[in-house]
């Protein structure tokens, strides 16, 4: 049976709502910010859980206007609002090492948020004992990986961390990836928080070993942002608008749409996946602005325009 499949557990919360009022386990509530909605959405039961495919835990979107290349000042506020979301989310201890992970594949654009958005954050942890950095405050240890892919190293991405954190013993891991969403409009505008990790692959139907806390041992905080669509949710919001402007009911004409798309679709479109033309351009502007916003919770010491100054 065809089912959507989104990444985002605002977009999981929307469509169970579309069938129910009545949600026990589940809270959502949304504030805007400077043109900028977040929505928080708590996850506190087991059953709550599995009605929304998203493990127990909070999850937070913050969603902006489609990204102006040129607008500094608004992406600056994006990354001190990511900072403070996250810092929300992080372990409340001083001078506690964090391991960012970058992950995905770098020779894949829509894949490569998370080894982009490694190469912009600032790594102290061998400098943390050398000027400038004795002598700065609020500049915490660092350290960063992009791990690559299974196709590429052999190795699961949950081996490789299990083994540094072994090694490195970070307080907190920072996990970044790209997502899949079920809405075109959320596709490089939206970026996700929560502190339940993440399944490497499994926006683009690839599931790997979890990275979590049951798994690494330590709190891991996942940050997202969906650049991919599927192509046959894509293909069932159309049909769903072919349905409503043609003035059917819709949740009948939905539901029979949905029952009916897993036999009219080719095989082959369960492989493909869908991404905004410049997403080139986009990429990178988002990367810099999660890698802004990372810079900044963990660095609490120091301005973007001071990070920005010893990542360029």
């Not at 859980?49 to 489609?66: C, D, Q, S």
């Not at 790209?178 to 996700?192: E, M, P, S, Y």
């Amino acid at each position: 049976m065809f089912s959507i499949r989104t990444d985002l557990a605002i977009e999981a919360h929307e469509m169970l709502t579309e069938s129910t009022s009545d949600i026990q386990g589940v809270a959502c509530d949304t504030s805007r910010h400077n043109n900028i909605a977040v929505t928080r959405v708590t996850v506190s039961t087991e059953e709550a859980a599995k009605a929304l495919g998203k493990p127990v835990g909070r999850y937070i979107t913050l969603e902006f206007n489609e990204l102006n290349l040129a607008d500094a000042e608004y992406h600056a506020y994006i990354c001190k609002q990511l900072a403070n979301e996250l810092n929300g989310l992080l372990p409340k201890k001083e001078k506690q090492l964090i391991l960012v992970v970058g992950l995905g594949n770098h020779n894949i654009t829509p894949d490569a948020l998370g080894p982009l958005v490694v190469s912009k954050v600032l790594v102290t942890r061998h400098l943390m004992h050398q000027p400038p950095f004795t002598a700065e405050k609020g500049i915490g240890p660092v350290s960063a990986i992009a791990p690559g892919v299974l196709g590429l190293t052999g190795m699961e991405t949950a081996e490789i961390v299990q083994g540094i954190s072994g090694t490195v013993k970070p307080d907190a891991v920072i996990v970044i990836d790209a997502l899949a969403a079920r809405n075109l409009n959320r596709l490089n505008t939206t970026i996700q928080l929560c502190d339940t990790g993440i399944s490497p692959g499994a926006g683009v139907g690839n599931k790997r070993k979890e990275l979590n806390q049951k798994t690494l041992g330590i709190p891991v905080i996942a940050v997202g942002v969906p650049t991919v669509i599927d192509a046959a949710t894509l293909t069932a919001d159309v049909m769903h608008a072919m349905t409503l402007s043609s003035g059917a009911d819709e949740e009948n004409e939905r539901s029979k749409m949905l029952a009916a798309l897993h036999h009219l679709l080719p095989e082959d479109i369960s492989r493909c996946m869908v991404t905004p033309k410049d997403i080139d351009l986009t990429i990178e502007t988002v990367s810099k602005i999660v890698a802004g916003g990372i810079n900044l919770a963990l660095h609490k010491g120091l301005t973007l325009e001071d990070v920005n100054a010893y990542t360029s």
